[in-house]
């Protein structure tokens, strides 16, 4: 099957909202926000804001397969651009298919004529395809955040 890559539109908003979910499901856990109108809303606002940078893959018979978005940024210390991928999510259907490699491939691209320096993503460390991906194309890791949840303290009475 021969997938194509295309900007996103208007008409996406709805697959781009079950992404964004399936996303922070991966990503957050316990603490995703799950709410597709709430992914809807933002993307629609991003998208009215600047939308450069958002891609989607579509399959021969225009279903909505996949979805990059990569931001253009500037460095708020030295003025460097750089681009940030926010987002990189396939339709389960389509795993293994090349649509993730197909739309970094684009995500990359564009970053490059954009002329950054560089080009950062951040990947939850329990997303072992995503993580793959990223090395398959010459990222390497740079940060490992890490995190301790706090007890609530117990009343004294």
């Given amino acids: 099957m021969t997938y194509s890559v295309r900007p996103a539109g208007e008409r996406d908003l709805d697959a781009l909202a079950r992404f ?9 856990a316990e ?6 109108e709430v992914h809807r809303r933002k993307l629609e606002r991003a998208m009215t804001k600047d939308p450069r940078g958002m891609f989607v893959a579509e399959a021969p018979d225009g279903t909505t397969v996949g979805w990059l978005w990569i931001s253009l ?5 030295t003025g460097d651009p750089y681009a940030n991928f926010r987002s990189l999510a396939i339709d389960d259907a389509h795993h293994g298919t090349g649509v993730a490699e197909l739309l970094l ?7 490059c004529d ?9 990947v939850h460390v329990g997303n072992g395809g995503m993580r ?3 090395r398959k194309f010459g990222f390497e890791a740079v940060h ?14």
């Fill in 144 to 157: 490992l955040v890490m995190r301790k949840r706090c007890e609530p303290a117990e009343e004294v009475g």
């Fill in 105 to 111: 491939e684009a995500g990359i691209a564009f970053a």
């Fill in 20 to 28: 964004e979910a399936d996303i922070a499901r991966i990503s957050f």
């Fill in 114 to 122: 954009a002329d950054v320096n560089e080009i950062t993503g951040r």
């Fill in 73 to 77: 940024n500037t460095n708020f210390l």
């Fill in 132 to 134: 793959a991906l990223y």
């Fill in 31 to 36: 603490d995703a926000v799950v709410d597709e």
